[in-house]
């Protein structure tokens, strides 16, 4: 079984930045696709990133309205899966979402129902 449990938000004036943990328990962590989502008030979650397994590469994947400001990162030794933010907005405020998968193939990394294993989520609020 996997459990994930995610770092703190918190409140963040537009432009400033973030960091962002999330902790796996369990085994074979370098084999699980992590990534991030996020449901900001009223709307839908949403992908944020991704970082693909070991043997896929470690490679990382982006939603545009995040390409270039936020940063996506794994460390095996910690077990931890990181999202860095930075030059933040406020419509990036939101509820953000660590997630694990195994098996996932490129073309599904976006998707919601790729993730079998789910943090409880952590409020980022942007505001001055």
């Known amino acids: 079984q996997v459990r994930l449990v995610e770092s703190a938000g918190g409140l963040v004036q537009p432009g400033g930045s973030l960091r962002l943990s999330c902790a796996h328990s369990?085994?074979?962590?370098?084999?699980?696709?992590m990534g991030w989502f996020r449901q900001a008030p009223g709307k839908e979650r949403e992908f944020v990133a991704t970082?693909?397994?070991?043997?896929?590469?470690?490679?990382?994947y982006y939603a545009d309205s995040v390409k270039g400001r936020f940063t996506i990162s794994r460390d095996s030794a910690e077990k931890t899966v990181y999202l860095q933010m930075t030059s933040l907005k406020p419509e990036d405020t939101a509820v953000y979402y660590c997630?694990?998968?195994?098996?996932?193939?490129?073309?599904?990394?976006?998707?919601?129902?790729?993730?079998?294993?789910w943090g409880q989520g952590t409020q980022v609020t942007v505001s001055s």
């Open positions: 997630a694990a998968g195994s098996g996932i193939i490129l073309s599904q990394v976006r998707f919601e129902s790729s993730y079998a294993y």
């Open positions: 369990g085994p074979s962590f370098d084999t699980y696709t």
């Open positions: 970082i693909r397994a070991r043997a896929s590469g470690g490679r990382t």
